[in-house]
């Protein structure tokens, strides 16, 4: 099953997969309500042998296939993910089919991903007969930010759990055609800090007749820099970015308070732990070594997406078995940004791939990366992404996992 035959049968389905993402790039959608994206999506699939969940809480979907064949994965279970919604961002594309709504891109690729998971739903419905299990189709919306994936999940869409799982995800500043992948720490867990550094206002000449917030909020944006590179080992990666500073009213005015935000990046869950209760300390103490006060909150955002090993080299295999040994990069390092297909991870042995899908022959180190406003993607990629995803499933099914 995993030759070129395989690749060639998604290369069959080109024109469909590209129509698809076309269409849905034109309309994206943001968080959980993706209603017109799904629909897309269902009628691309219709007349198909796929039974269909959907739940109260998103517009998130699960297209389940059956095989009809026989073999020793007649009880095993596989589920394949493709996110759906867009980013709130302005598009700078000259593409013929760019966003028509204002406000409104995608700068992350999810049209993509969803057009190669319909893809290898359309590849494996024309193969039903030729494998047992089962097949499960995740079409989830509200992945940036949204925890999509965990309303899915706390919805009972995904039960019974799967096997295993497997995603993509594009990288249209990494050579055409190429997967990547690593086991273990893939993406980051991604957390967010507000922190309120309180004082006393007034004129700005009298300085001395105020608690003035702002040099102990600078303070602290140091202390906080410090504090992980001297508290966190450099082979375990922490990164604390503050990226906003809100005060003040006027030029001539001391505010009441400061306002820092940020972003906090881990690749460990006792780092993740570790860090939160040292923001909290490092900025109280700051801000009472200057006679203020702090409040610190912290939002939870995705946990580290880590990829079971034997997961990974099934996707090595399927991918060199479909493109050659150079089709297949190993990733030495993760990647600092963050994913909510980790909630499936915490809970299913599996992984997700990178696919580059910088135009073919051009120089991919001077390609836009995901979220940018002028992001481009060689669709003729797309094929090759379906067949993966596709493969993955099938070998998992019929193999299982290596041991």
Same mark, same amino acid.
């Given at each position: 099953?995993?030759?070129?035959?395989?690749?060639?049968s998604? *290369?069959?389905?080109?024109?469909?997969?590209?129509?698809?993402?076309? %269409?849905?790039? &034109?309309?994206?959608?943001?968080?959980?309500?993706t209603?017109?994206?799904?629909? &897309?999506?269902?009628?691309?699939?219709?007349?198909?042998?796929?039974?269909? $969940? #959907?739940?109260?809480?998103?517009?998130? %979907?699960?297209?389940?296939?059956?095989?009809?064949?026989?073999?020793?994965?007649? !009880?095993?279970?596989?589920?394949? *993910?493709?996110?759906?919604? %867009?980013?709130?961002? !302005?598009?700078?594309?000259?593409?013929?089919?760019?966003?028509?709504?204002p406000? *409104?891109?995608?700068?992350?690729?999810?049209?993509?991903?969803?057009?190669?998971?319909?893809?290898? =739903?359309?590849?494996?419905?024309?193969?039903?007969?030729s494998?047992?299990?089962t097949?499960?189709?995740?079409?989830?919306?509200? +992945?940036?930010?949204?925890? @999509?994936?965990?309303?899915?999940?706390?919805?009972?869409?995904?039960?019974?759990?799967?096997?295993?799982?497997?995603?993509?995800?594009?990288?249209?500043?990494?050579?055409?055609?190429?997967?990547?992948?690593?086991?273990?720490?893939?993406?980051?867990? %991604?957390?967010?800090?507000?922190?309120?550094?309180? @004082? *006393?206002?007034? /004129?700005?000449?009298?300085?001395?007749?105020?608690?003035?917030?702002?040099?102990?909020a600078?303070?602290?944006?140091?202390?906080?820099?410090?504090m992980v590179?001297? $508290?966190?080992?450099?082979?375990?990666?922490?990164?604390?970015?503050?990226?906003?500073?809100?005060?003040?009213?006027? /030029?001539?005015?001391?505010?009441? !308070?400061?306002?820092?935000?940020?972003?906090?990046?881990?690749?460990?869950?006792?780092?993740?732990?570790k860090?939160?209760?040292?923001?909290?300390?490092?900025?109280?103490?700051?801000? +009472?070594?200057?006679?203020? #006060?702090?409040?610190? #909150?912290?939002?939870?955002?995705?946990?580290?997406?880590?990829?079971?090993? $034997?997961?990974?080299?099934?996707?090595?295999?399927?991918? &060199?078995?479909? @493109?050659?040994?150079?089709?297949?990069?190993?990733?030495?390092?993760?990647?600092? @940004?963050a +994913?909510?297909?980790?909630?499936?991870? !915490?809970?299913?042995?599996?992984?997700?791939?990178?696919?580059?899908? =910088?135009?073919?022959?051009?120089?991919?180190?001077?390609c836009?990366?995901?979220?940018?406003?002028?992001?481009?993607?060689?669709?003729?990629a797309l094929?090759?992404?379906?067949?993966?995803?596709?493969?993955?499933?099938?070998?998992?099914?019929a193999?299982?996992?290596?041991?």
């Open positions: 099953m995993l030759t070129q035959e395989l690749l060639a998604a *290369r069959g389905l080109s024109d469909n997969i590209v129509s698809l993402r076309r %269409a849905i790039h &034109k309309e994206p959608e943001l968080g959980l309500e209603p017109k994206t799904l629909a &897309k999506v269902r009628a691309a699939l219709d007349g198909l042998p796929l039974s269909w $969940r #959907e739940g109260p809480s998103c517009t998130g %979907a699960i297209a389940t296939l059956e095989g009809t064949g026989t073999g020793p994965g007649a !009880e095993r279970r596989v589920l394949l *993910r493709g996110d759906m919604d %867009a980013l709130p961002m !302005e598009e700078k594309t000259d593409l013929e089919f760019a966003s028509t709504i406000g *409104r891109m995608h700068a992350c690729g999810h049209d993509t991903h969803t057009a190669m998971l319909a893809g290898a =739903a359309q590849l494996l419905c024309a193969q039903q007969d494998f047992a299990g097949v499960d189709f995740m079409f989830q919306p509200g +992945e940036e930010g949204y925890h @999509g994936a965990r309303f899915m999940l706390d919805d009972g869409l995904i039960d019974p759990l799967p096997d295993a799982a497997f995603a993509l995800h594009i990288m249209p500043n990494a050579p055409f055609g190429v997967l990547g992948g690593r086991a273990g720490p893939l993406l980051a867990a %991604a957390d967010e800090f507000n922190i309120t550094v309180k @004082g *006393r206002g007034g /004129h700005a000449s009298m300085p001395h007749d105020c608690l003035d917030p702002v040099p102990g600078a303070a602290i944006v140091g202390a906080i820099q410090a590179t001297r $508290r966190f080992k450099s082979t375990d990666p922490v990164v604390v970015t503050v990226t906003q500073i809100h005060a003040g009213t006027a /030029h001539n005015v001391i505010a009441d !308070e400061v306002v820092l935000g940020g972003t906090i990046r881990t690749l460990s869950a006792q780092h993740r732990t860090v939160h209760g040292l923001i909290e300390q490092t900025a109280k103490r700051t801000a +009472e070594a200057y006679g203020l #006060e702090a409040e610190c #909150e912290l939002t939870l955002g995705f946990p580290v997406t880590i990829c079971d090993e $034997r997961a990974v080299q099934l996707g090595c295999k399927v991918t &060199k078995q479909l @493109g050659g040994e150079d089709a297949w990069r190993d990733m030495a390092d993760p990647i600092m @940004g +994913e909510d297909f980790s909630y499936i991870l !915490e809970k299913v042995p599996g992984a997700m791939f990178f696919l580059g899908v =910088a135009g073919e022959g051009e120089d991919w180190t001077q836009c990366a995901i979220h940018s406003s002028r992001m481009h993607v060689d669709e003729n094929p090759r992404g379906t067949a993966i995803l596709a493969g993955c499933a099938l070998e998992f099914l193999e299982g996992f290596a041991e």
